[in-house]
């Protein structure tokens, strides 16, 4: 306990007072700390978080793709996903290993020189069990073959993505194809 020679008044400078005051609060403060419950995080605040982070977990799917990193690619996926992908799996849709989309996606886009994903207006929902996104997305890809030229795509992906305990993953990938084409002559593929 601390106790203080009582003196005449105007003995304690102003500087000594501040410094006692200073610990005292900090006693007090490291007294309760941890005593007194967490707030609530605001649930606004919660939901425009979630929003952002499912949207940048799409976002890296696409950049890590850019640069063909695939072992960055695979990692925003669950162990099995929803595959809607005619281009790779011909018609309908099926669940597949990860690994087995990732190795299909690869194979496709590993024969470009560059690769670049433009993604945006996105349509973001997110609920207690998962998410749902719709964004649009064009591609340019640079052929190697360079008498084809750069090829693009242009079309809407929707995604579904869960939470797990590192982030968000996604579990199901859907492309709906609007125009395909090249810049120059011959087709796109």
């Not at 102003?14 to 006693?27: D, E, G, H, L, T």
């Not at 011909?90 to 087995?100: D, L, M, N, T, V």
């Not at 929707?158 to 120059?184: K, P």
């Amino acid at each position: 306990m601390l106790l203080l020679k009582l003196s005449p008044p105007g003995a304690l400078s102003p500087a000594k007072i501040r410094s006692v005051v200073f610990f005292a609060a900090a006693v007090l403060a490291l007294t309760f700390a941890g005593c007194a419950p967490a707030p609530e995080p605001d649930p606004v605040v919660m939901q425009i978080r979630d929003r952002l982070a499912v949207q940048d977990t799409v976002v890296e799917f696409f950049r890590a793709s850019d640069v063909k990193d695939w072992r960055r690619a695979r990692v925003v996926f669950t162990e099995k996903v929803h595959c809607d992908l005619p281009d790779l799996f011909g018609p309908g849709s099926s669940e597949r290993p990860a690994q087995e989309f990732m190795d299909a996606w690869s194979g496709r886009l590993e024969t470009f020189d560059a690769i670049h994903h433009q993604v945006g207006n996105f349509g973001t929902t997110v609920l207690e069990f998962g998410a749902y996104v719709t964004c649009y997305v064009t591609a340019a890809y640079d052929h190697p073959e360079r008498e084809k030229g750069p090829a693009f795509h242009m079309g809407s992906y929707d995604f579904h993505l869960v939470r797990r305990e590192d982030g968000w993953r996604i579990d199901a990938i859907r492309y709906h194809s609007r125009v395909v084409g090249t810049v120059g002559s011959g087709p796109a593929f």
